[in-house]
């Protein structure tokens, strides 16, 4: 649709009038001035904040089994709550101070608590004020003593410091000393060097093991010694390429004329990255040669590495394992060598369709007592936690079903239990709310650790028999469990935020919205920010704040008053965040949308979901849409123009990776994979940059240290050459995130006020 066209129709919904009258009565008279903001717009934070009670609280254990906090309300009362866990249910009552009787009690104006210590008396706890006084409360009466002589009540700590190993004065600072003591390996001149040591002196001249090393191929850390001394491993390194970036700073602060800055060890997809290789060495009770090379077999199984990790001994000597991960990402093996004969085996492969997601899913920890590794996979389509046998390879799986475990957040001494985060486990909720659970790893058997309809924080008492369970979503306020470890029971409630009183002084809460995706089947999830002056019978523009970096998925899922999209929003839009497919933490497959394709950045599905939200809510004009994004939200939202040009009008990209040939080697490889093949083509908005329509404004700090600067002034020559009409601002002496500083937010919201609501 020609800009002629789009013109019209939005005036067919703003008059020009009504909308000059919209915006004096948005931006006030100081706008033409040069202010930041609107005077509705800076008063924003001020006129909601403190409007929420019981909003934040701060568990703070004084033992095993007590713990106190401070609750708060709007109107500036507080109250001091001790809880005892064991005698905690619900019926039990608080042990609690309110605002008054804690002014009474210690005497001051608005006494604020700073800590609790526990007293040799159970029934006692001192009290430290924000005045300094300490006073001595008594629990079960609520009696309080100030106290002036503090020290036989504060508790003493043992600092436990232990002193280091002392070191032969002649010992190489990076050498790696053997089991026995009896020799020392260490790197000098590219080479690998051994040394005899006894009783902590040398008792022979250093024996240069290898000669094979070079500037371009030289031995490396890390140094690991069997445990029965009798083998080494060390790695072979070559190093990357050198890429540097240069830029400018125009302006520096000292001095007239611009300087020239170089970011060193910026490589970029495609460059040749540094490569690690084990080598194998063996005593041989030779005195002139005493460390010898073994050639290690079946070296294809890690020919091509992006990283050789997590390089380890077995207790036995008997062979070392390392996690091996190919560049492309397409291949991750957990590789042993037999400390004997050489021989590699890969107990561990895992070789997906698309890529491995090493960045966010890998999960390797050995389980000794049971001769197995914990491991994590979406071989099933979903992340799952697996127990894989460490001498067979042979995969049992834990967790089982269409969600995902998040993390590992730990494993019990005796390796019999696990605590998941986990997502997408219980029906009825948005999927990317984060529960916990614990899982038998024998059996499987599964402990739910929370229940309420939110994600979920954990924050466990000091023997982690107890824990603190806070819930919240966008559209409602925390609440807080006290709940038991055994069996995760609910203790008791301890607080429920309310936000009654911010939505009396005129606050819209962030509306939720699900529907249907490109597919017609996958639900897709966002949010909806509404203006406070918002009148369900007029017509407002919508915009998208977008990222859809693969590494993770963005929308906001917790309870915040404040969040920037709402600052837009107050401008006279509706501002949506949405999680396309190709973000993480769906399934397997929906998470593969990306691959080879960050083009795509899920727009199918946000379309689709946008058109599902205006279809419920007429105040919604899907005639005049816009987006806005920075880095790989930057290049998300010139793809909007490039590729769906018919749906946005509007665009604002800060600091975007238009080429992912341009940028940070390690996020881009990930997802479009390597070798550099046409696909990086179809995805970039430099190539596509002639296919743009619709009005477009760039925005980029000439210091950015992210993403290379450069990235979007060749989008910008892209544009010049194909004759498309855009807007650039550079901001001298700014980094990445240009369009977050004061004038850059000011300039972007100027920008969606004259294209989408036709207001100078």
């Known amino acids: 649709m020609d800009r002629i066209e789009r013109s019209r129709r939005s005036l067919r919904h703003l008059g020009l009038v009504a909308a000059a009258l919209v915006a004096a009565s948005l931006y006030g008279a100081d706008h033409a001035a040069g202010t930041t903001c609107s005077p509705q717009e800076s008063k924003l934070r001020e006129r909601f904040k403190g409007l929420v009670d019981r909003d934040r609280i701060q568990p703070r254990w004084i033992d095993a089994e007590r713990f106190w906090y401070v609750s708060k309300e709007h109107t500036g009362a507080q109250s001091f709550v001790l809880i005892d866990a064991a005698a905690g249910s619900e019926e039990a009552p608080l042990v609690r101070w309110d605002g008054d009787r804690l002014d009474a009690t210690f005497k001051t104006n608005s006494a604020v608590i700073e800590s609790v210590s526990t007293t040799k008396e159970s029934a006692t706890v001192l009290v430290s004020l924000g005045n300094k006084t300490k006073w001595l409360l008594n629990t079960e009466s609520g009696e309080a003593e100030r106290i002036h002589n503090t020290a036989e009540y504060e508790l003493r700590q043992d600092s436990g410091a232990k002193g280091r190993r002392p070191k032969s004065e002649d010992e190489p600072l990076d050498g790696v000393l053997s089991p026995d003591g009896a020799y020392l390996a260490y790197l000098k001149d590219h080479?690998?060097?051994?040394?005899?040591?006894?009783?902590?002196?040398?008792?022979?001249?250093?024996?240069?093991?290898t000669s094979d090393g070079a500037q371009e191929r030289h031995y490396a850390e890390p140094i690991r010694w069997s445990p029965n001394g009798q083998s080494l491993v060390c790695m072979l390194r070559e190093p990357a390429q050198a890429h540097t970036v240069q830029v400018v700073d125009s302006a520096p602060d000292d001095q007239l004329q611009p300087k020239l800055m170089e970011l060193n060890g910026y490589l970029k997809p495609g460059d040749r990255i540094e490569r690690k290789t084990p080598r194998l060495f063996r005593m041989t009770g030779d005195v002139d040669a005493p460390l010898a090379g073994v050639l290690i077999t079946n070296e294809e199984l890690f020919a091509n590495p992006w990283s050789v990790r997590k390089v380890r001994w077995e207790d036995d000597s008997s062979r070392f394992t390392f996690l091996y991960n190919e560049r492309g990402h397409r291949v991750m093996r957990w590789i042993a060598v037999d400390a004997e004969s050489g021989a590699a085996t890969a107990i561990i492969d895992e070789s997906p369709a698309t890529f491995f997601d090493y960045a966010n899913k890998l999960y390797h920890r050995r389980l000794k007592s049971r001769g197995e590794v914990l491991w994590t996979s979406e071989r099933s389509g979903w992340n799952h936690l697996y127990a894989i046998d460490a001498k067979s390879g042979a995969a049992r799986a834990i967790t089982t079903g269409d969600w995902v475990v998040r993390s590992v957040e730990s494993v019990s001494d005796d390796e019999r239990f696990?605590?998941?985060?986990?997502?997408?486990?219980?029906?009825?909720e948005d999927p990317y709310h984060v529960h916990f659970v614990r899982v038998h790893l024998g059996t499987g058997a599964i402990l739910p650790l929370t229940s309420g309809d939110g994600t979920h924080v954990l924050e466990w008492s000091p023997d982690r028999r107890w824990y603190v369970d806070s819930y919240s979503r966008v559209d409602q306020p925390p609440i807080w469990e006290l709940r038991a470890a055994k069996d995760g029971s609910l203790v008791r409630t301890l607080e429920r935020a309310s936000a009654k009183p911010l939505v009396e002084a005129g606050w819209i809460p962030t509306q939720r919205f699900t529907a249907k995706g490109r597919d017609g089947e996958t639900d897709i999830y966002g949010v909806v920010y509404r203006p406070t002056h918002w009148d369900p019978a007029k017509r407002y523009p919508i915009i998208e704040s977008i990222y859809a970096g693969p590494h993770g998925a963005h929308v906001p899922k917790r309870w915040s008053v404040h969040r920037k999209p709402r600052q837009l929003a107050e401008l006279g839009f509706i501002v949506v965040q949405i999680d396309g497919m190709g973000t993480n933490w769906r399934s397997k497959a929906f998470h593969d949308v990306c691959w080879k394709n960050l083009g795509d950045a899920g727009f199918p599905d946000r379309i689709?979901?946008?058109?599902?939200?205006?279809?419920?809510?007429?105040?919604?004009d899907l005639d005049r849409v816009g987006i806005y994004g920075g880095s790989a939200g930057g290049q998300n939202a010139m793809r909007a123009l490039i590729a769906h040009g018919d749906f946005y009008d509007a665009a604002v990209a800060d600091c975007g990776c238009h080429d992912n040939r341009m940028d940070k080697i390690w996020w881009n490889e990930l997802w479009m994979s390597w070798p550099i093949g046409p696909h990086y083509d179809e995805s970039s908005n430099v190539v596509q940059a002639h296919r743009m329509q619709g009005s477009l404004m760039l925005v980029v700090g000439e210091l950015d240290r992210n993403v290379d600067p450069a990235s979007t002034m060749q989008v910008v020559d892209a544009l010049v050459k194909a004759d498309k009409d855009f807007e650039l601002l550079i901001l001298p002496g700014m980094g990445h995130g240009a369009a977050e500083s004061p004038y850059g937010t000011r300039r972007r919201r100027d920008f969606f006020v004259r294209t989408l609501l036709n207001a100078e």
């Open 608 to 620: 689709a979901w946008m058109r599902a939200l205006g279809a419920t809510d007429p105040s919604i």
């Open 191 to 209: 080479q690998l060097w051994l040394v005899q040591y006894y009783r902590g002196s040398r008792v022979a001249a250093p024996v240069a093991v």
């Open 418 to 428: 696990a605590r998941l985060r986990v997502m997408g486990r219980n029906p009825g």
